[in-house]
């Protein structure tokens, strides 16, 4: 008698809410306030916690739309899932799909940069041999089991976040005037170059605000996914939002705007100044808080690939799952790759600037998708988010106006 095939290996569900949020937030804080607060504030100076504020309520749509999607497709690879539903195409769905995984590997390559900008403040190696040293030792983390991958970025998270309250703390602390410097922040004149400079930044702290859509990618390791994801990303997004913008002030209350933009490390000199203390701490805090920030990105670039590999979009190779962690490890160690191709090639700057553009071109697809899909009035499954029908539309137009703007500048 022949004995009956062993069951292939699949995703299992063991997250709620509280792994959830950590991982939002451990995909979303990182290299966006760590590193790029410099570049923002070099853009629109003391405008800057308007930049974020911009970047954070173009978010704001998007997420909501997200939220309804993910009670309606819970899968990963969701935003292909999301597109795919709401135009009915196969191409699309594989576009999206390798769009996504895209912003994941070139999100984490910018990120990359943030660590050994950082760790070169402390460590007297050469800075190519640390971004090598910071994408493979991630990628081997991404590829565990995905409790445990969550679990160690979730602890780098609490030190990470812990380390921006300690920052905004200090500033408190040395009696820095966050009222004085939040209304400076508000712009007095129409200028069109000046508004210019607080959108074009506004593109680069769009980076900062991203990972709160790689949520829908553990989708389908989510216990009651129709409501712990909605949960979870408006949790995130709100959480990241206000600490941001504490963390801004306290830097353009403490450091002036040429020592800020002219840093690899712009925190640092913050923590330095308020404190007194040895900058070390708050180095050590960045360079987790960056390496975190690459382990969930390529944590979620393998479920992408994985998610499309499973709908045949892509090898089914790639749809293999190991049986002893219960991870895609194949689809993982080939993001991890790419992502050191990319790492090695281009700068911060330019990474960040491409995720922004790609994150926003795939945002705007899927409100349209929404749209559509409620234009259709399709049932969704009991239990779901659902938002108002102008949503969908809102965000298409923010996503559209901030695109426009980015490639414009």
């Known amino acids: 008698m022949t004995a009956a095939p062993a069951e292939r290996p699949r995703l299992i569900r063991t997250l709620g809410l509280s792994h959830v949020v950590l991982y939002g937030l451990g995909v979303t804080v990182g290299a966006g306030i760590y590193v790029l607060v410099g570049e923002v504030i070099s853009l629109s100076g003391d405008h800057a916690p308007v930049a974020f504020l911009v970047a954070g309520l173009v978010m704001l749509l998007p997420?909501?739309?997200?939220?309804?999607?993910?009670?309606?497709?819970?899968?990963?690879?969701?935003?292909a899932h999301f597109v795919r539903a709401g135009f009915n195409s196969s191409l699309l769905f594989l576009l999206v799909g390798l769009g996504v995984a895209a912003v994941g590997i070139v999100s984490s390559a910018a990120i990359a940069h943030g660590s050994a900008g950082y760790a070169a403040e402390l460590v007297?190696?050469?800075?190519?041999?640390?971004?090598?040293?910071?994408?493979?030792?991630?990628?081997?983390?991404?590829s565990l089991g995905v409790r445990q991958s969550i679990l160690v970025a979730g602890l780098l998270t609490l030190i990470e976040v812990g380390g921006?309250?300690?920052?905004v703390g200090g500033a408190l602390w040395s009696g820095a005037d966050f009222a004085g410097q939040a209304a400076k922040a508000v712009p007095l004149?129409?200028?069109?170059?000046?508004?210019?400079?607080?959108?074009?930044?506004?593109?680069?702290?769009?980076?900062?605000?991203?990972?709160?859509?790689?949520?829908?990618?553990?989708?389908?390791?989510?216990?009651?996914?129709?409501?712990?994801?909605?949960?979870?990303?408006?949790?995130?997004?709100?959480?990241?939002?206000?600490?941001?913008?504490?963390?801004?002030?306290?830097?353009?209350?403490?450091?002036?705007?040429?020592?800020?933009?002219?840093?690899?490390?712009?925190?640092?000199?913050?923590?330095?100044?308020?404190?007194?203390?040895s900058p070390v701490a708050i180095t050590v805090i960045a360079v987790l808080a960056t390496v975190n920030g690459i382990i969930v990105q390529i944590v979620m670039a393998g479920r992408v690939i994985y998610g499309l590999a499973n709908e045949g979009a892509l090898p089914k190779v790639l749809a293999r799952v190991n049986a002893t962690t219960h991870t895609p490890v194949i689809a993982t160690v080939i993001a991890t790759l790419i992502l050191l191709v990319l790492t090695l090639a281009f700068t911060i700057t330019a990474l960040a600037q491409w995720t922004s553009i790609i994150t926003l071109a795939i945002f705007l697809l899927v409100c349209i998708a929404l749209a559509r899909i409620k234009h259709r009035n399709d049932p969704a499954p009991a239990g779901t988010f659902i938002v108002s029908r102008w949503v969908p539309y809102g965000g298409a137009l923010a996503c559209f106006a901030l695109l426009a703007l980015g490639v414009m500048n």
């Open 63 to 79: 997420a909501a739309c997200f939220a309804e999607f993910t009670g309606r497709l819970p899968f990963a690879a969701a935003e």
């Open 164 to 167: 921006l309250l300690l920052l």
């Open 189 to 277: 004149s129409l200028s069109p170059a000046l508004w210019a400079g607080i959108f074009g930044s506004s593109l680069l702290a769009f980076f900062a605000f991203i990972g709160f859509e790689d949520i829908d990618s553990i989708a389908e390791e989510t216990i009651n996914p129709q409501k712990t994801l909605p949960r979870g990303i408006f949790l995130t997004l709100a959480i990241t939002l206000v600490l941001y913008i504490l963390v801004v002030l306290a830097a353009l209350a403490t450091v002036s705007i040429g020592d800020l933009s002219g840093s690899r490390a712009p925190l640092a000199i913050v923590f330095d100044r308020t404190t007194g203390l």
């Open 124 to 142: 007297a190696l050469p800075y190519e041999v640390l971004l090598v040293f910071f994408v493979v030792l991630s990628g081997i983390v991404a």
